[in-house]
C-alpha cells in the first residue's frame, strides 16, 4: 500500500466555510505511509486535525503497531484514534500537557483491555508520537521509538527520545552513538501502549516556541532505519513539502527498507490563512 497526502490541497471547497484572515502562524500537514518492499501489509497510522476548525491548532499523532495476526495494525489504529479523539473532545478543559497525559493513559488502558478480550490480540502493542500545537507551542506525547525532530534555521533536533533497550544503554556509557545506531537489538521497545501494565510515556511539560519557517516531522523507526539525521535534515531543507515526502518514499524503497515507513511533515507558515473545510474524519489514515 503506497499513501501520499497533503493536506493543504483540498479536491473541494466548502462554500459555506467563511474565510479568516489570520496574520499569526499557522500549520500544513503533509503525510506519506507505504508497506514498503518487503513487508505485505501496513501496521502504521497516522492521525491529524485542526481543533476548533483553526489551522493555528493541531493533533497529529503517528503510530507503529507489533503483534501477531495483523492486531499490530489494530494497535496502531486504536492508538491514533483514541489519542485524537480524547484531545478533540477534551481540548477546552485540559492544558496542552493534561491532555497528552490523559489520552496516553486512556489509550493505553483501552488497548490493553482489548488484547486481554481477544486471543489473536493479546499482546498487542503500538509506539505513539503525538503533537499538539496550541497558541504558536508545541507540545510532544511519546512512547517507543517513533520520532518526532523538529528543523529550525537548517537544524535538526530530536525532540522525542527512543524508549528502547539500546539507548537506554547508550545514555548510561555502556556503549557509543555509532554502537546504538548500528546495534543488533536496536528496536528491542522498553515501553508501548498495550504491552505493559503502567506507562510512563514522554510529556512535554513545556511547549517548545513555533516560529514562520519551523517544520515539525514525526516518523515511525522504518524511515530511521535507512535514512540518517544528515538524509532526514537535507530531505526537509527542500523547499516543496509535497517533493520531500516524494523523495523520502524513493530514497527509503531504493535502499531496501524492511519494515514499513510512515512520516508526517509540518510546515510551520504566517499569513492570510482560511479555515479548513476538511473534517475530522478525513483526516484519520
Known amino acids: ?22 496574520e499569526d502562524i499557522f500549520c500544513e500537514v503533509y503525510a506519506v505511509s507505504e508497506t514498503g518492499p518487503v513487508r505485505d501489509h501496513n501496521e502504521d497510522a497516522i492521525a491529524f486535525s485542526f481543533p476548533e476548525n483553526n489551522k493555528q491548532n493541531l493533533v497529529a499523532v503517528v503510530a507503529d503497531g507489533m503483534g501477531g495476526h495483523n492486531a499490530g495494525e489494530v494497535a496502531s489504529k486504536m492508538a491514533c484514534d483514541l489519542l485524537l479523539d480524547y484531545c478533540l473532545t477534551n481540548w477546552k478543559q485540559h492544558t496542552p500537557e493534561k491532555l497528552l497525559e490523559n489520552a496516553f493513559i486512556e489509550a493505553h488502558q483501552m488497548i490493553v483491555a482489548a ?57 548510561s556509557g555502556e556503549i557509543t552513538e555509532k554502537q546504538r545506531d548500528h546495534h543488533p537489538m536496536k528496536n528491542v521497545l522498553l515501553q508501548a501502549l498495550g504491552t505493559t501494565p503502567t506507562i510512563q510515556p514522554q510529556i512535554s511539560a513545556d511547549g517548545w516556541p513555533l516560529s514562520e519557517g ?67 474524519e478525513q483526516n484519520i489514515i
Not at 499513501?3 to 474565510?19: G, I, Y
Not at 481477544?118 to 521509538?145: F, P, W
Not at 522525542?160 to 533497550?165: A, G, I, P, V
Not at 522504518?222 to 515526502?245: A, N, R, T, W
Request: glycine share 6%; hydrophobic share 35%; net charge negative.
Open 115 to 171: 488484547g486481554e478480550s481477544n486471543t489473536e490480540q493479546r499482546g498487542m502493542g503500538t509506539t505513539a508520537t503525538s503533537v499538539i500545537i496550541q497558541e504558536e507551542l508545541c507540545y510532544i506525547g511519546h512512547i517507543g521509538d517513533s520520532r518526532a525532530y523538529l528543523l529550525r534555521n537548517g537544524s535538526l533536533t530530536q525532540l522525542s527520545t527512543d524508549h528502547t533497550l539500546v539507548n537506554q544503554m547508550f545514555e
Open 214 to 280: 519551523d517544520r515539525l516531522f514525526l516518523c515511525s523507526d522504518g524511515v530511521y532505519d535507512v535514512l540518517s539525521e544528515e538524509d532526514i535534515k537535507d530531505l526537509l531543507l527542500m523547499k516543496q513539502p509535497e517533493f520531500v515526502l516524494e523523495c523520502l518514499s524513493l530514497t527509503a524503497t531504493s535502499r531496501d527498507v524492511s519494515d514499513n515507513f510512515t512520516a508526517l511533515l509540518i510546515d510551520i507558515s504566517s499569513g492570510v490563512q482560511s479555515t479548513p473545510s476538511v473534517t475530522k
Open 1 to 22: 500500500m503506497r499513501f501520499l497526502f497533503s493536506k493543504s490541497k483540498n479536491k473541494t471547497e466548502d462554500a459555506t466555510v467563511s474565510e479568516q484572515s489570520n
